[in-house]
């Protein structure tokens, strides 16, 4: 059974920096591509960072230069770095896989206050 174990969420305040990162448990052939998205209270899951196999990056307008997202393919693990956080990066992080299936983590919540 595929498992998205998520880790490193929490509260910082606006400037700060966490890291997010999840690990892929069970047997997935085939990865595509691993990401994350979040969804603030009252809004769309949106895209955030994503991955693919073969290295290409896609980062959402609003995290540029801020977000980093990192892969390893050997551990199916990934990680965003998050600095110079805003409020407005508050909201839940989730974990996605994509192979043949879609995977997605349970979320872990980043809240961004002072």
């Known amino acids: 059974q595929v498992q998205l174990v998520e880790s490193g969420g929490g509260l910082v305040q606006p400037g700060g920096s966490l890291r997010l990162s999840c690990a892929a448990t069970?047997?997935?052939?085939?990865?595509?591509?691993m990401g994350w998205y979040r969804q603030a209270s009252g809004k769309q899951r949106e895209l955030v960072a994503r991955?693919?196999?073969?290295?290409?990056?896609n980062y959402a307008d609003s995290v540029k230069g801020r977000f980093t997202i990192s892969r390893d393919n050997a551990k199916n693990t990934v990680s965003l770095q998050m600095n110079s956080l805003k409020p407005e990066d508050t909201a839940v992080y989730l974990c996605?896989?994509?192979?043949?299936?879609?995977?997605w983590g349970q979320g872990t919540q980043v809240t961004v206050s002072s």
């Open positions: 996605n896989v994509r192979s043949e299936y879609v995977y």
């Open positions: 069970g047997s997935i052939f085939g990865i595509y591509s």
């Open positions: 991955i693919t196999s073969g290295g290409r990056i």
